[in-house]
């Protein structure tokens, strides 16, 4: 069933509205819900919803308990391929809880929460950016790592990151949920404006998994193997920077263990045929982020790893 959780006016007669489908079957009351579309420009959880309502609907005899799937929570951001609210010149991922007598995005933040509070999960997947390329990975504050980490274990993702409660930023979904004792986990991975069919397909998994450990599907999970995720701790995730602007060039894949000192990338002058950098593990350890887009600046996030 399709339900309209926000619509507000537009100027010429149109409306804007953010829709879920619900996915409800026999008698369990555990609800989880998975939204995803905050950033327009964040398109791998299109594919994740499309894949698990229609890996839902073939087998439906199976849920017991009830799945929303919220697909577009900045339907004017992704209409315009803009990372934020266009107009508003805003993140919607920093007004939340919202406000009911705001402007339209924080009234449309405030009705978002609202519906999704007292969920038994939520899910709120993100991709990257256009500029970082980003293995499937779980952010947890430290605050909340005790009773999230269990379930993010299991979700079938690569790493997660548990990071100090001084770098949350307040004003996430998943921060204003999570504070009202509704539980959300916040996925990233992938890179933006595009969509990597194994990422979702493993995520997928991932949540028909947490969904039969929770009690809501009965559903065999195919494969039955379910990743274990690499847990960081303390702070042991190191950044490599450019130290100089140029083309960034490499052929290095994220998502594996590097060797202090092997090789990252290179950046280059193309004018002049100079290396201006060569960039090198400082560390050995997983590999999770690398730049994807190669035009750099000095200060520029190059790659980030966990160091093992
Ligand atoms: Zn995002």
Request: with cysteine; charged share 25%; proline share 4%.
């Amino acid at each position: 069933m399709i339900k309209t959780v926000v619509s507000s006016a537009l100027p010429i007669d149109e409306k804007l509205r953010i829709k879920k489908n619900i996915l409800t079957n026999g008698k369990g009351k555990k609800r989880i819900c998975i939204v995803t579309g905050t950033h327009g420009d964040e398109l791998e959880g299109q594919y994740v919803c499309f894949e698990l309502i229609n890996k839902i609907k073939a087998n439906m005899e199976k849920l017991d308990g009830t799945v929303e799937i919220y697909p577009s929570l900045n339907p004017l951001g992704m209409d315009s391929i803009t990372r934020g609210v266009p107009n508003f010149d805003l993140d919607m991922n920093r007004i939340f809880p919202g406000n009911p007598e705001g402007s339209m995005a924080e009234a449309a933040a405030f009705a978002i929460c609202e519906d999704l509070k007292g969920a038994d999960m939520v899910i709120d997947i993100h991709s990257s950016n256009i500029f970082l390329r980003e293995i499937p990975q779980i952010r947890i504050n430290v605050d909340e790592a005790e009773h999230l980490v269990p379930y993010a274990r299991m979700l079938n993702i690569d790493f997660i990151w548990v990071h100090e409660s001084a770098t949350v930023l307040q004003a996430t979904l998943a921060h204003s949920l999570n504070r009202c004792s509704t539980p959300t986990i916040v996925v990233e991975m992938g890179v933006g404006m595009r969509i990597n069919h194994s990422m979702g397909n493993e995520l997928v998994r991932g949540i028909l998994n947490l969904m039969k450990n929770m009690g809501i599907w009965e559903g065999e999970i195919s494969p039955a193997v379910i990743s274990e995720p690499v847990i960081s701790n303390g702070d042991n995730v190191i950044f490599l920077n450019a130290d100089k602007s140029g083309i960034f060039l490499t052929e290095t894949r994220n998502n594996t263990i590097v060797e202090k000192d092997e090789l990252i990338g290179k950046i280059v002058d193309p004018l002049s045929g100079d290396i201006l950098q060569t960039i090198k593990a400082s560390e050995r350890g997983l590999l999770f982020t690398i730049r994807a887009y190669p035009v750099v600046y000095e200060g520029s996030l190059i790659a980030r790893i966990y160091k093992l």
